[in-house]
């Protein structure tokens, strides 16, 4: 089975939960915009995914081909890489926490992307500067410390999983978390100042995470993308503020 | 089996698109919000999403119980009640490709949301006026447009669906497509005056929701919450503007 994954050039965003699911697994998978073949590169995504004969078109990237299956949706492509990864459990009803967790985490990406754009994607945060600084200024005090107010309440209520966020082993949510703390200390260090002590059973798993063999080994690799302001997590300056925690 | 269903009283909300589901199939459910006993009512929703003993905890309303399992985010209760209702084909396949559909018409759904509330959730409208014109002007002129545009592409190009978004029959993912358009009739009456012609095939799946008998019979019923301005889709009449279609 190739697996192939579809996702823009030069940025992590929501491509890098899908890579951090196979990089930790030591998962062979091909990135369509790094090769220059037929139907890769930037074109081969443009065509693949504008494919006037596809009959079930990905709406954005991140998408993954298997075969000839188009899989988008980043919680739906590690919902299917899951089970076949060994990242989830085998019941159900551990796949839907699970798959509960990574909806939840796609909110608070979602909010994250936002705080820069608060009013349009297609424009440049220079067009929405004033509009950045209050949605951010939200972010930070308020929905920050809910979001992981939940996932450290998670961590601390179940005594069964050995400090991952589902029962027995580190699931695609855990990678997804160590992502998102990773991206928001990249972007406000000063916010995030405090985390750890706030939030020490979240900073855990982010800690577990990145000592992972695999993972530690593709964190220093030429496959990792910088953190950089065309991404999710976008370091400016005047965005930052002292840690609500 | 009893579907107990936790959600917010008074409006639509995302437990609308859980709603129709039970609705369409004639499942009977419980709504936790409306009953007076022990556990129910407004304490009995805060009680149990705030346990402290719940082990797996929902971040949100909405969420399902069932038995002794908490199911929470609309798309994963969706995917859960999906096989158990039919409505979402056999295959893993086909439960992937609807899956993916509703996560972008969650994604879509947020953006409504946010479009009157571009700041924050917590502060009032009247808080972000100035924001909310631009923000939705964006959603109206921009969004609408490529989300409404990738729906009618879905179903134009897939000749087996019997003009349904999945082969076969309808799925969740049309009743939320449903609710989505109808979402924005109300909110925007003016910009949405020129959805039927621009988008024929996403309306015809509307008509084709609203002309099933359970759901006809559910939107005249006294169960259907009429849409307000606490619920998702808001009628601004400022914000509403020349139909971009």
Redesign the interface.
Known sequence: MTFELFYWPGLQGRGEFVRLAFEATGTPYVEIVQGDGPGQGMDGLLHTMDD????????APPFLRVGD?L???T??IL??LGPLLGLVGESP?AR??V??LQ??LA?LV?EVH?AHH???G?LYYSNQRA?AR??TA?LID?RLPK?FG?FE??LA??P?TGGWLAEGAMSYADLSLFQVIEGLRYAFPRAMSGFAKAFPRCQAVRDAVAREPLIAAYLTSSRRVPFNTTGIFRHYKALDRASPF
Chains 1, 2 share one sequence.
């Open positions: 006037p004969a596809c009959m079930h078109p990905p709406y299956e899989i988008g949706q919680a739906n919902a299917y009803r839907r926490w798959n509960q909806l939840t909110d979602a936002d608060p009013i349009a297609r509009e209050k949605r939200e308020y979001f939940y309440r998670v209520n179940n069964l």
